[in-house]
């Protein structure tokens, strides 16, 4: 039996096992050219296995507590009979190591559950990478029978983007309190929520997050909505209490009832698709240029140059790109 016969890790994951999963996430993870051949044999048989989870995005301000609110609404669905994967984009865990795996021992319960299964992002790499390996993370989760999945942002930037171009629906968790409710929302982002969920709404600070959350009402309202069928709303919670993450929950599945029969929901995987096949291609050209003996041979130059300002950046890619041209 071959180490990376791919079939074993195809059964395996269709079987539901949760090792063989995390040996084939491995596999995906990895850069060896082996591994990553072996890996888009699986993913291939595996893809008509995909496509019936409920893909949700969670991203949050600092100090909302998402870690927190992701292990008390993953419990909560697991009580309602849902398997759930929680995966993570951390950009920031090529500089630093990121936050994830402390992430992932505050949600002791959740993780301890074999019903649930929390992956980290790959350890280094850029955005891209890491979010590349998890939209694959993602669909073997979906064949190993996970029907909710919920990827988090753990990084800043553009992880939110990121994020939101691979799930069905966004949520935005705000914390109220702070003064200007708006202060530290990131341009762009209320573009980006399918809702916006205002959480520690508990004891003395219920009263602030009710106001939050018009605040935030009249906020949306100013915008035009991604969607003429869906104006995303404001909700109110509390994952320490557990109250109205129920409500939460309703409110994707009511965002799936209205974009499921219409075929919005497929079109956006659609485009998802698409869009994610063109990044990957931008990512495999860029590699394969890196690499080429032309440029490898003229570069280290050509860096010098332009950093003692005795060549523009510009001249710099033509001549990368046009006078080498020929030997590509």
């Known amino acids: 039996m071959k180490q990376f016969d791919p079939q074993i890790y195809i059964d395996g994951v269709l079987a539901g096992d949760r090792r063989m999963l995390s040996k084939t996430i491995t596999l995906i993870e990895s850069a060896l050219p082996t591994h990553q051949e072996t890996a888009r044999r699986i993913l291939g048989a595996l893809l008509p296995k995909t496509g019936g989870a409920v893909r949700l995005g969670i991203t949050g301000v600092p100090g909302v507590g998402k870690s927190t609110f992701i292990e008390t609404f993953g419990m909560m669905l697991l009580g309602k009979g849902h398997r759930v994967a929680v995966l993570a984009v951390d950009p920031s865990s090529a500089r630093s190591g990121g936050s994830v795996m402390a992430d992932k021992t505050r949600m002791e319960r959740l993780s301890a559950d074999r019903r649930a299964f929390i992956r980290p992002s790959p350890s280094s790499g850029t955005l891209g990478g890491v979010a590349r390996k998890t939209r694959e993370t993602m669909l073997v989760c979906e064949a190993a029978g996970y029907d909710v999945i919920i990827v988090e942002t753990v990084g800043v930037g553009q992880s939110e983007t990121t994020v939101a171009s691979m799930v069905d629906f966004f949520l935005v968790l705000l914390l109220a309190g702070a003064g200007d409710e708006l202060q530290g929302l990131k341009k762009g982002i209320l573009e980006l929520a399918d809702a916006l969920a205002i959480n520690k709404a508990d004891g003395d600070n219920l009263g602030p997050a009710r106001k939050a959350a018009k605040i935030y009402e009249l906020a949306l309202h100013l915008l035009q909505p991604s969607s003429p069928r869906w104006n995303p709303p404001v909700l109110t919670c509390s994952a320490l209490e557990t109250s109205g993450i129920d409500e939460i929950w309703k409110t994707v599945l009511t965002h799936r009832d209205v974009f499921l029969p219409s075929g919005e929901l497929e079109e956006k995987r659609r485009q998802q698709a698409v ?54």
């Open 275 to 328: 869009a994610w096949m063109w990044s990957l291609v931008d990512e495999g050209l860029k590699g394969r240029f890196a690499r080429h003996p032309e440029v490898k041979k003229h570069l280290p130059r050509i860096l010098r140059e332009v950093a003692r300002g005795r060549l523009s950046p510009t001249a710099a890619a033509d001549e990368l790109l046009f006078s080498l041209d020929n030997n590509f």
